[in-house]
């Protein structure tokens, strides 16, 4: 009995289904919390994220694009987990659809970009 006979033939590989854009940001809100909560959050890389609150700044991001297009709300300190709180249920009821629609369209079009780099190396 050959290899294939027992493990069958080489099938192409499908890709898991990545997230999409509310889904990420809804796990992103997630992750902030547990961040402000103490707890050690990790990236799909094992790295440490980074905190949507710096330097007296809030902004919240979406893998690599900002959600607020590379600007930001000031934030007094102490106050972190009263605000992304009331940014969850400010998204939840839809105030960021424009801004999440954009950045979606931001993903896509890097994600062809990549695609059609990847298609330039073979």
């Not at 493990?7 to 898991?16: A, M, Y």
């Not at 987990?81 to 931001?106: H, N, P, R, T, Y």
Request: proline fraction near 2%; aromatic fraction near 10%.
């Amino acid at each position: 009995m050959g290899f294939f006979d027992e493990f069958g033939t080489p099938s192409d590989i499908k890709p898991n289904k990545k997230l999409g854009t509310k889904e990420m940001l809804t796990n992103g809100i997630k992750d902030q919390l547990a961040l402000l909560n103490g707890e050690e959050v990790l990236n799909n890389k094992g790295e440490l994220i980074r905190s949507w609150f710096r330097d007296g700044r809030f902004m919240p991001t979406v893998g690599i694009f900002g959600l607020f297009d590379g600007k930001a709300l000031s934030f007094k300190k102490g106050g972190e987990i009263a605000m992304l709180e009331k940014f969850q249920k400010a998204f939840e009821a839809g105030e960021f659809d424009k801004m999440v629609s954009v950045v979606d369209k931001k993903r896509q079009a890097n994600a062809e970009k990549l695609t059609q780099a990847r298609a330039k190396k073979k």
